[in-house]
């Protein structure tokens, strides 16, 4: 339950085991690479042609992988599904089997297979696209009945095709008739509200045609060539579009062929996004003549394990360790047990604890438990969201962290069912509808008098913040800072704790009441003395005593009140959740059969509803409280997460990860 | 005597009123109010959030499970509004409130209708700000989900004394 010590490891071997050494390191995943310089030391390495060239190379692979995820995905014909896209799938294997991802596919093949047909989608589209805007050309010159290529005209005649508002055809007609009377207007159809026609006219009247046409704003047509007529035409185009249609769902066909591939594309996305992390990780080793030096920091199992592993490779292996030296700043390890280890993400969500810090993972466990419990708050919700998960855990295919995720929730849920029995809450069901013995169960009633709850959600923040405060003093003191650790802290646990356990001896008749003002005075002007001895003049002494003085009974006065938000979420889930035991009551009367269908409907609907919004405040609400109100009494953070050289991946499970 | 009855039925309706309202008609706006604002707030908060949120999604579906969270942030507010109405059902004896009472009623829920509304539509500005803080650095989700969590808290104080007036009432 605390922060691991770590050591600085050393292993030196020669250059021709050092894919080995790295390949073996990055298996059993116990040293934290650091870059290596000192004086004993050449420049820092740098990559060999062959080395650079296979980071180029992996590079060149993870372009072509996501080039065909991707296409993949564009012509996917059915889109995800919302929980597809929630929960990506995960691919369970060995570490060997993922070493060897790169021989289930030949990549350069799919990837020249796949840009061809990529290609071919693009062409096709682009004729479709042509297609069919000859098409709705055509749809309007069907009753041309002249080939398209004698539109253009012959030697002594033009013809032209134009296009004019219906309103102004009879204009036209009449301007024609009367500028250039060697023309002929011919009406071949309407669209809309415009007429097509089909000009023709003596060469010679060209200029007096153009100028009619300029003054009664019209569109020139552009109809395409060909020896066919626009009907023969039209039908020839359909066909053809009908063709490339018949084309491409083959072509999509083939490219659903290759959807098979997109689980091994994906690890071996993976794989080559390690195998370049390696390969760059040996910029950070230190280089001589004939050996490369890798530094970094392990824990004492990983020095043990790291040696048992270098020794199998070979004797010329060394490995050293060593205590961290003056100056060091060793990266943080949090090991804790068994139970605890699930809640670590939550403290690295925040940030890492320095070196001088304790590591406060197992009071999140217990308050994140409660503070979550608190949030669901119902009897009926905690046992099935506890199934629901650990069903999900087990028969799942899950990342290392949602796996983590679920479990805290598990712990959550149980606690919840707690809560619930003892505010009467069971799927929202009102207490007056329970059987006796669950309303004998009820202690707080959250509805008809919800102040003592209130009273114990706030009760339970304030031991959270003075089990943070302990924290503070016991990092002071371990640190040497004895009086801020008696005064900053000390006093103020002393005013809190001393005052309760007053409180509760005199409502005991141990004491009396006076006894409780007495310990409260003490504390006061203790706290009103000494808070302020940061300052350095007289004054700024005592009346920095009474601000912080001040600002501390506030500022925990503010952050006890903020923990009666456990009670407010806990009211929502059950507030909804009867409020959906009414709705369903109500659609039930609606009709005989359909009515209880409906009801069965909007109990199933509704009370899904209710647990996955209330899941999502029930995670971030606790978080906060551990975040703001606790973290704030003493955490500093600031420490770099002990990330060894490994297998990192987000789609593969290794399932034998870290054995040697 | 019918005539007399009715009389002074009506005069007894007379009494309980409060400003021409009864007490159960003030009672249910008080709980209307406190829903309307707090489910207004909400709604915008969310839209504000989810705005942003869209942007970030296009460039990276696979953020959508971050994301959430921050995006359903301001949608407590309005739960917190809906408790406030169904406690008003649940807390008095809506036909027999006096006029008096039920205007107490109403403005005990004030708090919630205004001060639910107003922290829901900037506590979704926050959260918008904080997606862009996690759409550039993912690891830092921890800390940019407790940004907009700040600023519920006056929420969660307005729900606390609305409740406390309340018992107070009763």
């Known amino acids: 339950m605390a922060v691991e010590p770590v050591k600085k490891i050393t292993v030196i071997a020669y250059k021709r085991y050092q894919n080995q050494v790295v390949d073996a390191l990055a298996r059993i995943g116990t040293v934290h690479v650091e870059r290596v310089t000192g004086p004993d030391m050449l420049p820092p390495k740098e990559l060999t042609e062959e080395e650079a060239q296979a980071s180029r190379m992996c590079s060149f692979g993870v372009s072509q992988v996501e080039f065909l995820l991707g296409f993949m995905k564009e012509y996917q014909r059915e889109k995800s599904g919302f929980l597809s896209t929630m929960i990506k799938e995960k691919y369970p294997m060995t570490a060997d089997e993922f070493m060897r991802s790169w021989e289930r596919v030949d990549l350069d093949k799919i990837y020249e297979e796949c840009s061809d047909l990529g290609q071919r989608l693009i062409d096709q589209r682009d004729q479709k696209e042509r297609l069919r805007q000859e098409s709705d050309e055509l749809e309007r010159w069907t009753g041309l009945g002249v080939p398209l290529d004698e539109v253009g005209g012959g030697a002594t005649f033009g ?10 055809l009879e204009a036209l007609t009449g301007e024609l008739g009367a500028r250039a009377p060697e023309s002929d207007l011919e009406v071949v159809g309407e669209d809309g509200g415009n007429v097509n026609c089909f000009l023709i006219y003596h060469l010679g009247a060209e200029e007096d045609v153009t100028s009619v046409l300029s003054g009664c704003g019209h569109d020139t047509v552009s109809l395409p060539k060909g020896p066919l007529e626009p009907d023969r035409r039209l039908e020839q185009v359909r066909a053809e579009l009908e063709e490339i249609g018949s084309e491409h769902e083959e072509v999509l066909d083939q490219v659903d062929g290759y959807r098979e591939h997109i689980g091994v594309l994906e690890v071996l996305k993976e794989y080559l996004v390690n195998q370049r992390t390696k390969v760059e990780t040996m910029t950070s080793f230190g280089n001589t003549r004939s050996t490369v030096v890798i530094e970094g920091w392990a824990t004492e199992e990983g020095i043990e394990k790291t040696r048992e592993r270098m020794g199998k490779l070979s004797d010329e292996i060394e ?90 929730m598990c712990y959550g849920s149980a606690c919840a069912l707690v809560v619930g029995v003892i505010t009467g809450s069971y799927f929202g069901i009102e207490t007056k509808y329970l059987p006796q013995f669950m309303q004998s ?24 913040m003075l089990s943070g405060t302990v924290v503070e003093f ?143 405040g029930a995670f971030v609400h606790p978080l906060r409280l551990e975040y703001v109100e606790f973290f704030g009494k003493f955490y500093e953070d600031g420490g770099r997460d002990f990330k060894p050289l490994q297998v990192e991946s987000k789609t593969v499970i290794i399932e034998d990860k870290g054995s040697s | 005597m019918v005539g007399a009855l009715a009389a002074a039925g009506t005069d007894a309706l007379q009494a309980s009123t409060c400003a021409g309202l009864t ?95 107003i922290s829901a539509v900037f506590q979704g500005l926050t959260s918008a700000s904080a997606i862009g803080m996690v759409a550039r650095r993912t690891e830092e989700l921890g800390k940019a989900l407790v940004l907009p969590a700040l600023v519920e808290t006056y929420a969660v104080f307005s729900l606390i004394l609305t409740i406390f007036l309340f018992t107070k009432i009763k």
């Not at chain 1, 013809?159 to 102004?168: E, G, L």
């Open chain 1, 159 to 168: 013809v032209m095709p134009v296009r004019i508002a219906a309103s102004d």
């Open chain 1, 319 to 408: 490995v050293e360790a060593s205590e961290p030296e003056e100056g060091d700043r060793p990266p943080v390890s949090l090991r804790n047990g068994k139970w605890i280890r699930p809640f670590e993400f939550l403290t690295r969500l925040y940030g890492v604890p320095n070196n001088r810090e304790y590591d406060p993972t197992w009071l999140i466990a217990i308050s994140f438990t409660v503070f979550f419990g608190f949030c669901i708050g119902d009897a009926g919700y905690g046992p099935v969201i506890l199934i629901a998960f650990l069903l999900m855990r087990k028969y799942m295919p899950l990342g290392e962290n949602i796996k983590n995720l679920l479990l805290v």
């Open chain 1, 441 to 464: 169960a009820v202690v707080f009633d959250a509805l008809e008098d919800p102040l003592p709850l209130m009273g114990v959600c706030m009760g339970l923040g304030l031991i959270h």
């Open chain 1, 474 to 616: 016991h990092d002071n003191w371990k640190a040497g800072n004895v009086a801020d650790a008696l005064i900053d802290q000390g006093l103020t646990l002393f005013f809190f704790i001393g005052t309760i356990a007053a409180a509760v001896l005199a409502i005991a008749g141990v004491i009396p009441v006076t006894v409780i003002y007495l310990v409260a005075g003490v504390a006061l002007l203790g706290m009103i003395v000494l808070l302020g001895h940061g300052a350095k003049s007289v004054p700024g002494k005592a009346f920095g005593g009474l601000y912080e003085t001040y600002n501390t009974l506030v500022g925990w006065l503010g952050d006890t009140v903020s923990y009666v938000r456990l009670f407010a979420l806990g009211l929502a889930t059950f507030v909804i959740g009867s409020v959906i035991n009414t709705m369903s009551g109500m659609v039930r009367g609606m009709a005989p059969v359909i009515g209880i269908l409906m009801m069965l409907l909007v109990l199933l609907v509704g009370h899904t509803f209710n647990v996955v919004i209330n899941l999502l």
């Open chain 2, 23 to 117: 007490g159960w008609q003030w009672a249910i706006l008080g709980a209307a109010l406190a829903f309307v604002g707090g489910g207004m707030g909400s709604a915008m908060g969310i839209t504000y959030a989810s705005n942003v949120a869209s942007g970030v999604l296009v460039e990276d579906p696979d953020k959508f499970g971050s994301l959430l969270p921050l995006i359903a942030i301001p949608g407590t507010q309005g739960i917190y509004g809906l408790i406030t109405a169904i406690l008003v059902t649940f807390q008095f004896d809506l036909p027999k409130l006096s006029g008096q009472t039920g205007m107490m009623v109403f403005f005990a829920c004030l708090p919630v209708a205004f001060v639910c509304f």
